[in-house]
């Protein structure tokens, strides 16, 4: 199977389309807001501040005004007086050039140099300086100011990236264009231009102003004037006041959709989304996977807010971010536990959607409840329900999925838990019987999610019908029930039915899951699932459906079909065309031109991606098995050969080597690459099987019957390593192991005709 771009803020995830029936009608994202037809331009900044004063007033002084600011002497945080920081032998000066802040460092050729400081990028806890680079790339140093201490700080201090490096400062993975702008000014266009690898990047204020958030303001001064001037008032249907955005039709879930726009993992689906159209048009969330959750969705790397608070059931009863944030200073509404209370108090309060859950009231704010001295940082509500990890090294983030706390968990899977971040030296069971001493036997410890997705990942017999039952389960938040169904994509005999009725799902981000899960159906339920979908109103699942699809030979698709499929796969390609600066989008393309047997720009993809990042391991991996497939087996060695020269310890491509070399008949040296994957990789049973029938075509017998052995206790629903088990004791003789072996293929594999007269044999041959 090709390989596709993983999730992360940089890569377009290779979304599998969403099946739904034909009869069935796909309702639009919750919560979305109406999309405003022409679109709507943007204006100054002036027009807004200049009418609304109270909320201009609010908002200069909040993180969103100064996310990025002209680098001078009012915005400028950090002591440029000749100040130096050292790290890792290079030393990095500060200073000032007349009215410019500059910067003394290494550069992109590793040798000192001198650059201007462009500008600020943030405000607190930290702040980062942009430098102009050539091809109009702006780059952040990784140097920063710690605000509060006063000091510069490295923000990778553990990471060896030298110049050259993508992680150095002046590598691809910092550029600003393409990591942070977007979210840091208004109005932003990337503008990329893949001849000349150059950015023309154009935005419209510097900073998160009040478009970011209300939408082009265009039609808003229209109508704003209009009405100063007593004319007749113009309407566009679908708006309110001429904004693209009417936060009080929206509700606390359409909120959430266009704060989400920034406040989240995801990748890009347009070049230049609009504020208050649905979000699956213009982004693709990601799901709860590693590394960017635990596996019980808790934050672990930087998710910035969105994912984890859809998995909360304030997210469920309509709470969105107003509610506790104030929306111009970016604040809490009130200090501690104030702003909890407003729901959480003995009396029921009518106004917050949640009042209508009967929890939601009682005397939370008490040590009946929380157990811990009245006005101590353990009394803090977001001590125990939003548990902070510090990111970029100072900054602490609370994690939004406002959960109970579940030491009990923690011991079971080996996540983190309110209890111990703060009590550092307990155990996760000291944990888990305070909290059983405290609550007794009604405490919360039903089975949770993450269990079962932890089984599933782990491989473990039985854990993907837990799955499926988690993705049929309404009750649960949509974001979960995707995960879920991403998870059932490597299990095509499981939960089919599930799968097959989320494509109908209400929600366009399970409907895009489920089309994930059933990418390997036979041809022609593949269609008959996918197909529907080409014309699916959210944009997310139509390419999704288009991606799915791709690799099936154009006559398996109906003629009646055929156009919407182009037209889809025509949306997909334009969704990788936006983020072709990063590996990810080249790798998207390159399966999807390799699917249609284009191969000669699967190529011209595979490699544009390697000359980004040679280390993108899932860009080198397809490009030897394209080769491979192509009878080019001295390039496909030469590929994964020059891969292992820059990181031997990658057990993929060992993996990957050894399996091409054992296709050569190059027994000896498909042996030592599998050797060193299944050194690499020891919890991956494949890696053990195929070293075992390396090393039984090489007569080390028993080191074979060692490597099959361990793929089966690694994985022992696999008939494979039965299989090769019996053949193994029956050459040497050994019939009693072999029917053994033979007795537990056919007890995985009931009623196949083959497995039964192979072992009818053994039986016979003893």
Same mark, same amino acid.
């Given at each position: 199977?090709?390989? @596709? %771009?993983?999730?992360?803020?940089?890569?377009?995830?290779?979304?599998?389309?969403?099946?739904?029936?034909?009869?069935?009608?796909?309702? +639009?994202?919750?919560?979305?807001?109406?999309?405003?037809?022409?679109?709507?331009?943007?204006?100054? *900044?002036?027009?807004?501040?200049?009418?609304?004063?109270?909320?201009?007033?609010?908002?200069?002084?909040?993180?969103?005004?100064?996310?990025?600011?002209? +680098?001078?002497?009012?915005?400028?945080?950090?002591?440029?007086?000749?100040?130096?920081?050292?790290?890792?032998? @290079?030393?990095?000066?500060?200073?000032?050039?007349?009215?410019?802040?500059?910067?003394?460092?290494?550069?992109?050729?590793?040798?000192?140099?001198?650059?201007?400081?462009?500008?600020?990028?943030?405000?607190?806890?930290?702040?980062?300086?942009?430098?102009?680079?050539?091809?109009?790339?702006?780059?952040?140093?990784?140097?920063?100011?710690?605000?509060?201490?006063?000091?510069?700080?490295?923000?990778?201090?553990?990471?060896?990236?030298?110049?050259?490096?993508?992680?150095?400062?002046?590598?691809?993975?910092?550029?600003?264009?393409?990591?942070?702008?977007?979210?840091?000014?208004?109005?932003?266009?990337?503008?990329?231009?893949?001849?000349?690898?150059?950015?023309?990047?154009?935005?419209?204020?510097?900073?998160?102003?009040? !478009?970011?958030?209300?939408?082009?303001?265009?039609?808003?001064?229209?109508?704003?004037?209009?009405?100063?001037? &007593?004319?007749?008032?113009?309407? =566009?249907?679908?708006?309110?006041?001429?904004?693209?955005?009417?936060?009080?039709?929206? &509700?606390?879930? &359409?909120?959430?959709?266009?704060?989400?726009?920034?406040?989240?993992?995801?990748?890009?689906?347009?070049? =230049?989304?609009?504020?208050? !159209?649905?979000?699956?048009?213009?982004?693709?969330?990601?799901?709860?996977?590693?590394?960017?959750?635990?596996?019980?969705?808790?934050?672990?790397?930087?998710?910035?807010?969105?994912?984890?608070?859809?998995?909360?059931? /304030?997210?469920? @009863?309509?709470?969105?971010?107003?509610?506790?944030?104030?929306?111009?200073?970016?604040?809490?509404?009130?200090?501690? *536990? +104030?702003?909890?209370?407003?729901?959480?108090?003995?009396?029921?309060?009518?106004?917050?959607?949640?009042?209508?859950?009967?929890?939601?009231?009682?005397?939370?704010?008490?040590?009946?409840?929380?157990?811990?001295?009245?006005?101590?940082?353990?009394?803090?509500?977001?001590?125990?329900? /939003?548990?902070?990890?510090?990111?970029?090294? #100072?900054?602490?983030?609370?994690?939004?999925?406002?959960?109970?706390?579940?030491?009990?968990?923690?011991?079971?899977?080996?996540?983190?838990?309110?209890?111990?971040?703060?009590?550092?030296?307990?155990?996760?069971?000291?944990?888990?019987?305070?909290?059983?001493?405290?609550?007794?036997?009604?405490?919360?410890?039903?089975?949770?999610?993450?269990?079962?997705?932890?089984?599933?990942?782990?491989?473990?017999?039985?854990?993907?019908?837990?799955?499926?039952? #988690?993705?049929?389960?309404?009750?649960?938040?949509?974001?979960?029930?995707?995960? %879920?169904?991403?998870?059932?994509?490597?299990?095509?005999?499981?939960?089919?039915? #599930?799968?097959?009725?989320?494509?109908?799902?209400?929600?366009?981000?399970?409907?895009?899951?489920?089309?994930?899960?059933?990418?390997?159906?036979?041809?022609?339920?593949?269609?008959?699932?996918?197909?529907?979908?080409?014309?699916?109103?959210?944009?997310?699942?139509?390419?999704?459906?288009?991606?799915?699809?791709?690799?099936?030979?154009?006559?398996?698709?109906?003629?009646?079909?055929?156009?919407?499929?182009?037209?889809?796969?025509?949306?997909?390609?334009?969704?990788?065309?936006?983020?072709?600066?990063?590996?990810? +989008?080249?790798?998207?393309?390159?399966?999807?031109?390799?699917?249609?047997?284009?191969?000669?720009?699967?190529?011209?993809?595979?490699?544009?991606?390697?000359? #980004?990042?040679?280390?993108?391991?899932?860009?080198?991996? *397809?490009?030897?098995?394209?080769?491979?497939?192509?009878?080019?087996?001295?390039?496909?060695?030469?590929?994964?050969?020059?891969?292992?020269?820059? /990181?031997?310890?990658?057990?993929?491509?060992?993996?990957?080597?050894?399996?091409?070399?054992?296709?050569?008949?190059?027994?000896?040296?498909? =042996?030592?690459?599998? !050797?060193?994957?299944?050194?690499?990789?020891?919890?991956?049973?494949?890696?053990?099987?195929?070293?075992?029938?390396?090393?039984?075509?090489?007569?080390?017998?028993?080191?074979?019957?060692?490597?099959?052995?361990?793929?089966?206790?690694?994985?022992?629903?696999?008939?494979?390593?039965?299989?090769?088990?019996?053949?193994?004791?029956?050459?040497?003789?050994?019939?009693?192991?072999?029917?053994?072996?033979?007795? =537990?293929?056919?007890?995985?594999?009931?009623?196949?005709?083959?497995?039964?007269?192979?072992?009818?044999?053994?039986?016979?041959?003893?």
């Amino acid at each position: 199977m090709l390989l @596709a %771009a993983g999730v992360a803020a940089w890569m377009l995830r290779a979304a599998p389309p969403v099946p739904v029936s034909a009869d069935s009608a796909p309702a +639009a994202a919750p919560g979305a807001v109406a999309v405003p037809r022409p679109p709507a331009d943007y204006v100054d *900044n002036a027009s807004c501040v200049g009418c609304h004063a109270d909320a201009a007033r609010a908002w200069r002084g909040s993180h969103h005004a100064n996310a990025m600011a002209p +680098a001078d002497a009012a915005n400028v945080r950090a002591d440029f007086d000749g100040t130096t920081f050292r790290h890792r032998g @290079a030393t990095t000066r500060f200073g000032k050039r007349d009215d410019r802040f500059v910067v003394r460092t290494d550069g992109p050729d590793g040798k000192p140099g001198e650059f201007d400081v462009a500008y600020t990028f943030g405000y607190a806890p930290l702040q980062q300086y942009l430098v102009p680079m050539p091809g109009g790339r702006l780059q952040p140093l990784q140097v920063a100011w710690d605000v509060p201490k006063r000091r510069w700080f490295h923000l990778l201090p553990d990471e060896k990236a030298p110049a050259g490096d993508v992680l150095h400062w002046t590598g691809r993975y910092q550029t600003a264009n393409t990591m942070c702008l977007s979210c840091h000014v208004t109005g932003f266009e990337k503008r990329y231009d893949e001849k000349t690898d150059t950015f023309a990047s154009t935005w419209t204020e510097p900073n998160v102003s009040c !478009q970011s958030c209300h939408g082009p303001g265009s039609r808003h001064v229209g109508w704003a004037r209009a009405k100063a001037e &007593g004319k007749p008032v113009p309407a =566009t249907p679908g708006e309110r006041l001429g904004l693209a955005v009417d936060f009080a039709a929206a &509700g606390g879930k &359409g909120q959430v959709e266009v704060c989400a726009a920034c406040h989240s993992r995801r990748a890009e689906l347009t070049a =230049t989304p609009v504020p208050g !159209q649905p979000r699956l048009d213009h982004y693709l969330p990601a799901l709860l996977a590693p590394p960017l959750y635990h596996v019980d969705g808790q934050q672990n790397d930087e998710v910035f807010v969105d994912g984890s608070y859809r998995q909360s059931r /304030m997210y469920q @009863a309509g709470v969105g971010c107003t509610h506790c944030h104030d929306a111009h200073t970016g604040k809490t509404k009130a200090e501690g *536990n +104030a702003v909890c209370t407003q729901c959480h108090a003995p009396a029921v309060n009518a106004a917050v959607p949640n009042a209508a859950f009967p929890k939601a009231a009682g005397s939370y704010d008490s040590p009946a409840h929380h157990f811990h001295a009245s006005g101590s940082s353990g009394a803090q509500c977001a001590a125990c329900h /939003m548990p902070p990890k510090v990111y970029m090294q #100072i900054q602490a983030r609370p994690d939004h999925s406002l959960r109970v706390p579940r030491p009990d968990l923690s011991v079971k899977l080996g996540t983190p838990n309110a209890c111990t971040q703060c009590h550092t030296d307990r155990s996760a069971q000291w944990a888990a019987d305070r909290v059983a001493a405290w609550y007794g036997p009604n405490r919360r410890q039903e089975p949770h999610w993450g269990e079962a997705f932890s089984a599933a990942r782990a491989g473990r017999p039985g854990s993907a019908e837990a799955v499926a039952r #988690i993705a049929a389960d309404r009750a649960q938040p949509g974001l979960v029930r995707a995960t %879920a169904l991403d998870l059932l994509r490597g299990e095509p005999r499981t939960g089919d039915a #599930i799968r097959v009725e989320a494509t109908r799902d209400p929600d366009p981000e399970v409907r895009a899951a489920a089309a994930d899960s059933l990418e390997a159906l036979p041809p022609a339920a593949r269609v008959n699932g996918l197909g529907p979908l080409l014309g699916d109103p959210v944009r997310a699942v139509r390419v999704a459906a288009a991606r799915a699809l791709s690799s099936l030979p154009r006559e398996r698709l109906d003629a009646a079909l055929r156009p919407a499929f182009e037209t889809s796969l025509a949306e997909y390609v334009a969704a990788q065309s936006v983020s072709l600066d990063m590996p990810g +989008a080249r790798l998207n393309l390159a399966v999807v031109h390799q699917n249609g047997g284009r191969l000669d720009e699967a190529e011209r993809h595979y490699l544009a991606a390697l000359r #980004i990042d040679p280390d993108f391991t899932p860009a080198r991996a *397809n490009l030897s098995q394209m080769y491979n497939a192509a009878g080019r087996n001295a390039d496909a060695e030469r590929v994964l050969r020059e891969g292992l020269a820059r /990181m031997p310890e990658l057990g993929e491509l060992q993996y990957s080597l050894g399996l091409l070399l054992a296709e050569a008949q190059r027994l000896p040296d498909a =042996t030592r690459a599998l !050797q060193q994957a299944a050194r690499l990789l020891p919890e991956r049973a494949k890696v053990h099987y195929n070293l075992g029938l390396a090393l039984q075509q090489g007569g080390q017998r028993k080191a074979a019957e060692a490597s099959l052995l361990q793929a089966q206790r690694l994985d022992p629903a696999d008939p494979q390593s039965a299989y090769a088990l019996a053949v193994l004791h029956a050459q040497d003789g050994r019939w009693d192991e072999a029917i053994k072996w033979g007795d =537990t293929l056919q007890a995985l594999s009931p009623g196949d005709p083959g497995v039964r007269q192979f072992v009818e044999r053994l039986r016979t041959r003893r």
